[in-house]
Nanobody, 121 residues
Framework: VQLQASGGGLVQAGGSLRLSCAAS????????MAWFRQAPGQERDFVAAIGWSGGRYYRDSVKGRFNISRDNGQNMMYLQMNSLKPEDTAVYYC????????????????WGQGTLVTVSS
C-alpha cells in the first residue's frame, strides 16, 4: 500500500484546511487510518484516527476542531481542520495499520510522505 498526503498550506489562525490521503496498491478498507503530525524538533504525535467501521479517535487538543473521515470506495481519508491555531503548525502524515495501538506511531506500517501545514498568528 502507498499513501499520498496532500492539502497542506499556509493559513491564518482561525482558518480551515482539508487534508487528503490517497491510498493505492490495495484497498485500505480494513485498515485503521490515522493522521500524525511532527513540528520542528518535536516527536511525531498522534492527531486522529478512524477505524474500518468508522470509529473515531482524537487527541484532546483537536477535539471539536478537527474531523477525520474516510471513503473506502475511493480509498481516501480526510482531515477537516477548523479553527486552526499556530500550535497546529507541523508536517502532517497519514498512516495505516491493521493491528496494534491506535495512538502509537510504531503500530503503523504504512506512511505517506507528509504535507506541511503552517498557521500564522
Amino acid at each position: 500500500v502507498q499513501l499520498q498526503a496532500s492539502g497542506g498550506g499556509l493559513v491564518q489562525a482561525g482558518g480551515s484546511l482539508r487534508l487528503s490521503c490517497a491510498a493505492s496498491g490495495r484497498t485500505v478498507s480494513s485498515y485503521v487510518m490515522a493522521w500524525f503530525r511532527q513540528a520542528p524538533g518535536q516527536e511525531r504525535d498522534f492527531v486522529a484516527a478512524i477505524g474500518w467501521s468508522g470509529g473515531r479517535y482524537y487527541r484532546d487538543s483537536v477535539k471539536g476542531r478537527f474531523n477525520i473521515s474516510r471513503d473506502n470506495g475511493q480509498n481516501m481519508m480526510y482531515l477537516q481542520m477548523n479553527s486552526l491555531k499556530p500550535e497546529d503548525t507541523a508536517v502532517y502524515y497519514c498512516a495505516g495499520r491493521l493491528s496494534g495501538s491506535v495512538y502509537s506511531p510504531s503500530s503503523y506500517t504504512t506512511w505517506g510522505q507528509g504535507t506541511l501545514v503552517t498557521v500564522s498568528s
